[in-house]
Every structure is written in C-alpha cells, then in structure tokens.
C-alpha cells in the first residue's frame, strides 16, 4: 500500500513542467451492500434445539437482500494533460448485508418440534480496510472536472460478525450475536465516476467480489459473494 502512494507522489514531483498534475482527496462514502450467489438468502429462519433453549442459531445469515454501508478513504491520483488517470483509494468501511428472518423452528418441549412465524432480519457485518488501484481517463475538463475509472477492491477484512434477531406471535424474542473468526482478503472489480467541481466532487461506484465465501460447502451452488455499490462527497485539496 505504502508504495503505491509513495510512487504517486514521485510522479507528483516529475510533471509540473508538462501540464500534468497530482490531486488528492478526501472522502465520505455511503452505499449498500449485499451477498449474491445461490447461497445468499432473501429469507432464513433461527433454529431452536434444547428444552431451555440453549443452543440458538441462524440457519443461513448471509443475506441478499441490501443493506446501508458506510466509509471512509483518502485518495491520489496522476493526471496526465491527455486526461489519463492513475490513482490508488485507501479506506476504512463496513458492509452490511440482510435476510428476513420469516420463523422459529424448534424444540421447545419433549414434543415434536414446530415452527412459529417471527419478524426479524439477520445482518453480517464485515469491517474492511479496502485499497483500490485503478487506471480511468478524464472525460470531461472544464468547469466541472468528470472521470471515469476502472480497478480492483483489495478488501481486507479484519472482522465478520453477525447480529440476528426475531420476534414470534406470543412476544418472544430470539436472539443471535456470533463473531467468526475467519480473515480474508476479496479483490472486488470496480467501475466507478466521479465529478469534480473545484474542490468538490461527488462519486458513486460498483464492485463485484471474486471470493467465494463458501467454497467448501456441501452439495450444489455453494456460492456466496460481495456486492457493493457506493456514493461518496470528496474534498479535492
């Protein structure tokens, strides 16, 4: 990461004289994130199991339906005088995604288990450093300043936890809270726009992760992935 910003900085250094420039930003993104892939859930269910109710779970957390993400990240950029553009991103975000959970099922006496309707969500929540590298052209330069760019999320996460809960007809509440210890890095293509108007910009952009978050499940279409799209306001130095 830190070479990155150090060669955009020598490149900063090397272009005063050719109409070429360096800009730096700052930024506020928020956006939605969601997973995809036939392992993804629009609905899920907490499963029950022991008299006293002991042993709490979400049958499948990881949700498709979206839910709000926010950010924050600093950004470099080359631009030469014909509009060609090569920058890095590095950020700071959290990734939410959603599944409703429809029911309870489970064991709540010596009986045979049941189902009772519940109206909850289960959410996962993942904390990522996020670096993007990324090459885009300016097209637009005048008065309000219009790049489009295309590159990758390097999505380092560091924390992934769950925070489910659900309440059924008779006023019960369930609840599930589960830190998962699994670290990963994702690389995530992104296209993105921004447009600047002096020091103000505003951006929004799409990424699509390549890790299956699933892969050794089994059976068929074990397949889970991150989608995100962003907005975000800049302050251009």
Known sequence: MKKIFLLLLALGSATLS?????EYSAQLNS?????????ASRNTVISVHGRWQEDVYTSNPYGSRYNAAFGVSIQGQYVTAGGFLLGAQLGYELLRSRSNIESVYGHWTQSTPTRQPADGKAVIIANNINLQPYIGWRILASTVDLDLTLGWDVALNHKLREKSEATVDNGGEYKVQNEYGVLYTDFRPRLGLTGYKGHFGASMSYAHGLRNH???????NAKLYTQVFRVGLLYRL
Do not use: I
Request: hydrophobic share 35%; net charge neutral; aromatic share 20%.
């Open 214 to 220: 699933q892969p050794y499940f089994d059976g068929a």
């Open 18 to 22: 050719f109409g070429q420039k360096m």
């Open 31 to 39: 956006g939605l994130a969601r997973f995809t892939g036939e392992s």
